[in-house]
Every structure is written in C-alpha cells, then in structure tokens.
C-alpha cells in the first residue's frame, strides 16, 4: 500500500544553531525577494510569485515560488538563488530537497524560496495557503529575459 504522506524532505546541513534574527532593513529584504524571483525567471522557471507574508508568518516576510521542468534545473536555480544571498548579505539558514528533487526550498530567514516540479506545486498548493497575503510585483520594467542559460530565445 502507497504511503499517502508526503515525501520527507533531506535537509542539508541540518541546522545545530538558533534562528538567526531577521534583517532591520526592510527596503533590503524585499529587494532581495525581488532579486530571486528575477533570478528565478532569468533561470527559466515558471509562474513566479513573491508573496508578502509579513504580519502573517512570525518566520519570514516574504515567499518566493517558482516552478521548473526538471530536477537538474532547479537544483542550479537553487544553488544560483544562494549564491544571490552570499552576495547580498543573505546567506543560506537552511536548505531541504525532497527525496525526489520535486521541492526545493532556501530558507534566508526573511525571504523563503520554494522551487516546485508543476505538479508538486498543484498538490501542495502554497499560493492558497497564503490566500490572503498581497503578491508582490517583481518583473523589470522592460521585462526583457535575462539569458543566464545562454540559449538565446
């Protein structure tokens, strides 16, 4: 008989520490939840959304969901979405993939990334879940598709 609970998810490192306290700049965080969803699309996931989840979650302000095609894709997205955070004074608290690379997450305390296989993100439906939290506009003002894959569409 089929185990009817969802797949665990393999965290990695497992963190020994506390939860680091959230960021005082608020203008910074959501920058950043706009940068990985920009990031996100630049690395060709679909149905991108940056949700504001603040006043709502006592763990993070803003949720950063995409959808890719493959597991190889969104495990470069994911590493791609770290290196982001390096970069810009966010680093990676936690990190979990489930057994079957169909659900990637990146918790930066602030900002949470979720990178779903489409069907995956249909089953756990997180967009319903924050029904009620405003969505966040984040594509460029010339929405030109940055290359990173450097496939030239």
Same mark, same amino acid.
């Given at each position: 008989?089929?185990? $009817? ?54 763990? $993070? ?5 995409? $959808? ?86």
């Amino acid at each position: 008989m089929p185990d $009817s609970k969802p797949a665990s998810l393999h965290q990695t490192p497992h963190p020994t520490t506390p939860r680091p306290a959230k960021k005082s700049d608020p203008k910074q965080v959501l920058d950043f939840a706009i940068e990985s969803a920009r990031l996100l699309f630049d690395d060709k996931c679909e149905e991108v959304m940056v949700l504001d989840v603040r006043g709502k979650s006592v763990l $993070s302000d803003y949720i950063v969901l995409g $959808s890719g095609s493959s597991d190889r894709q969104m495990t470069s997205v994911l590493e791609h979405v770290e290196e982001l955070g390096d970069k810009t004074g966010f680093s990676c608290y936690h990190r979990a993939v489930d057994q079957g690379t169909k659900w990637l997450l990146a918790d930066f305390v602030d900002v949470v990334v979720h990178l779903f296989e489409p069907n995956t993100r249909a089953h756990y439906d997180i967009e319903m879940l924050w029904g009620d939290a405003p969505h966040i506009s984040w594509e460029r003002p010339d929405q030109l598709r940055r290359d990173r894959a450097g496939l030239g569409r």
